[in-house]
Structure formats: C-alpha cells, structure tokens
C-alpha cells in the first residue's frame, strides 16, 4: 500500500524547504564506529533520491552523535522520511524521528518546523488509516515522542479514529507490551515518561477495552480477530476491567 497523497505531498514539502543545504563536501565522524571513507563518500556523490534503505541506516544510527552535525543531517532528511513511509520496516523509525529531538528542530525556521510537523501528521494518519501490516503505528507514536512531539494529541486522534486499522494498531501496540503490562504495569524501555504514562491512560481506559472487544467481535474469523480478542482480555486482566 503506498502512502497516501498527504504523506507524499508532506515528503515533497521537505526536499523543497531542506535543498537550501547541500550534500557535505567533506565528511567528520568517528573512526571507531565502523564508517569508512568509502562508505561516506558514497553518501556524498549519490543523488539523494537514489540513496537506498542500507545507506540511510547506517547514516541515521550515527547521525550527529558520530556522524556529521545538523546541518548534514537536514540534507538527508527528506529522503530518510520518504523511506520511513515508502519502506516499512526497513529503518528504526523511534531511532530516526529522535534524531529530530538531537537536531533541536523545533528551534529550526519556520517553514522548516512546518515541513517537519506536516510530515508527522501525515504519517500518523497514514499509520491509523493503513494499519500495522503497512505501517507501525506503535513505532511511529513512539518516534514522535522521542521527537518531543504531541504524544497526547495523537493519542486523541487515535481514540477519535473508530476504524478497523486504528483497532489492529491498537491491538498490537497492547500485545507487544504484553509482559511489560502484565509483570509491572509499564511500556519497558524507549518511552519518554510522560508519553508512556499517557499511553498508559489511553490503555487503563475501560473505553479502550470495551473498543477492542467490540472490534474483535464484528471482525471474521482469524488472527485479526484473534489478537483483537487477545488484546482486550489483556487490558481486562491487567487494568480490572470487566466483560472483556
């Protein structure tokens, strides 16, 4: 399923407003992380658009920390975000939009901050609309916060999207945390605080229970319905909700 047109569209938005900085005529990291001359050279001379999955994640695991400076990282931007949506799956979409929080882009100009904002919002919708087998929602939401973007106002979206998707999404957000829920009442590691105690509120919720069980019984019979059932005795066992 390729990304609808609001994520293109936001996807063209950053090439435009982020070609004021050009590809690095020369490159600074460190030599303990396993970069070689040749490798960074290869990010320098390709097109941008031409710059496949692997280059990307070896970029974007080192970017600013061991690799580059912000500037280089706003060169590589819009074709690391076009991946996330056009390859699922084959970057660390939490690792890659924290990279946003490093970069300090919510003090980058205006129009640069609108580009990355509209991103977000579309691959948040996109994510709700698609489903987990197209788009990890779990991943995104978690990405955002660690963007320090609205976790909560996405939350509020989600409760407001009574779609099929958005339930599977949510059955698989609560079935990967499974064991964290049920051992201690938490998301594990990767969440910033305060998105995980809001995630957290959304899950206690008896609406959210009463919202997968609901889904699980309209859906046929499957594995779709299967974890949505699961899901829902899930938050029922480990939050005390009844009827689930």
Not at 49 to 72: I, K, S
């Amino acid at each position: 399923m390729p990304p609808p047109p609001p994520v293109l569209d936001a996807i063209a938005r950053l090439y435009e407003v982020l070609a004021r900085y050009p590809a690095p005529t020369h490159d600074h990291y460190s030599p303990y992380t396993g970069i070689t001359p040749e490798v960074a050279a290869r990010l320098r001379r390709a097109p941008l658009r031409e710059l496949a999955v692997d280059d990307m994640e070896r970029y974007t695991r080192a970017a600013m920390t061991t690799w580059g400076d912000a500037a280089q990282f706003k060169h590589y931007l819009p074709r690391i975000f076009e991946l996330v949506a056009t390859r699922p799956g084959g970057l660390d979409v939490p690792c890659v939009l924290g990279k946003l929080d490093e970069a300090a882009w919510q003090t980058w100009p205006d129009d640069e901050r609108d580009a990355i904002a509209a991103y977000l919002a579309a691959l948040w919708a996109h994510a709700l609309a698609a489903g987990p087998e197209v788009v990890d929602a779990t991943w995104v939401l978690q990405g955002i916060g660690r963007a320090r973007g609205n976790v909560t106002a996405c939350l509020s979206t989600w409760q407001r999207t009574p779609a099929p998707a958005a339930d599977r999404q949510l059955a698989e957000l609560v079935l990967r945390y499974e064991r964290e829920l049920t051992d201690g009442g938490t998301l594990g590691r990767g969440w910033w605080p305060e998105d995980a105690d809001a995630v957290l509120g959304l899950l206690a919720a008896p609406s959210t229970c009463a919202r997968l069980a609901a889904a699980a019984s309209a859906h046929a019979p499957g594995d779709g319905r299967r974890a949505l059932a699961a899901a829902a005795s899930t938050l029922a066992r480990v939050f005390g909700h009844a009827g689930a």
